[in-house]
Each structure stands twice: as structure tokens, then as C-alpha cells.
């Protein structure tokens, strides 16, 4: 490795681990266990996660599972992306190191997951009702995060931006679904 490139990075390295510093003192000064937002971050993770448990079809568990899972990983790499890239930021969070983890792994997933299921089960289809969740979650629930403060948006984003991430990664993480389902189905064949 040249000298050049070894100084980026280490530069890089450098920064983070200071940026990781601060947000470990932001967060023990304003993001713990003493402000109530701590404790409704702290729900949305976990109400979402018992309510799909109970309410989960048990002879789709792992077809709702994989989808869920796939959405989560995607909505948290584009939450990782516009975190870094100064789009949005959760002031409040149950760690320093995952924003908006409640929402990414829990409260948006398993929303995704129960329509999907409903979906399945009454024979609808998906891709429309997704576009009604997603709208639901974009221009209500997002904007109820705002006016809370458990999410600020920059740089232009605004809730359409939001909804049309939200359709785009409920089709992604179906066609994903699909193509994995179509391929259980040749290799039974």
C-alpha cells in the first residue's frame, strides 16, 4: 500500500473513531435511560416484535421471516446511507452505534410482514397495498416522528422521498422473496 493511500486511511479511521466517540457522548448525554423518548424508541421495537409473534401465521413463518428479513437489511443500509450522508438522523436511539435501529429492524419490517401475510391469506395483491402501507408510513407515521423529534430530515428529503423508499424497498425485498421461492420451486421439480 502506497504512503498516499495509507495516510486517507488512516485519516478515515481517525475520524471515525472520533465520530464514534461522540456519538457515544451524545448518546449518554441525551439518548439513555433518563428521557422518555429512550422509552418510546425502546416500544417501537419491541411491541412491533410481540405483536407479529402472536399474530404471525405459523405455516408461513419462514416465507414471512425471509421477507421481513429482507426488507430489515435493506431499510437498514439505506438508513446507514442517508445517516452518513446527512439526509436524516435519529436524535433518540436505543444504542450510539445503530440509528434507528427500532424502526429498521422492528416497527417498519414487521408492518411490511403482517401485509404481507394478509396479503397471502385473503389473495391480494401486494405491490398495491404496499403502496397504501408505505403512504400510511410516509405522510402519517413519519411526520408524527418529526413533530416528536425521533427523526429530522435535511438536505430536501421530505416525505414523498420517504414513500417512495418505502415502496421501492417493500417491491425490492418481494421480487427478492420471489426469486428465492422460484428457485426452491425448479430445484423440487
Sequence with gaps: MKGEQLKHLNKIRSMTEEVTQFEKEYWTSFSNFDVWQFWVITLLLIVPLIVLFILIDKNKMLLLGFFGLNYHVWFSYATSIAVSLGLWEYPYQITPFLPGFSFS?????????????????????????????????????????????????????????????????????????????????????
Aim: proline letters at 2%; aromatic letters at 14%; a positive charge.
Design 105 to 189: 429492524a422492528s416497527l417498519i419490517p414487521v408492518c411490511f410482514m403482517l401485509l404481507y401475510q394478509w396479503t397471502l391469506n385473503h389473495k391480494k395483491n401486494i405491490y398495491l397495498y404496499a403502496v397504501i402501507l408505505s403512504a400510511i408510513i410516509a405522510f402519517v407515521l413519519e411526520p408524527i416522528m418529526v413533530k416528536l423529534h425521533l427523526l429530522h430530515i435535511f438536505k430536501g428529503v421530505n416525505y414523498v422521498h420517504l414513500f417512495l423508499l418505502f415502496v421501492a424497498l417493500s417491491i425490492v425485498s418481494k421480487l427478492i422473496t420471489n426469486l428465492f421461492l422460484w428457485l426452491q420451486e425448479k430445484e423440487n421439480k
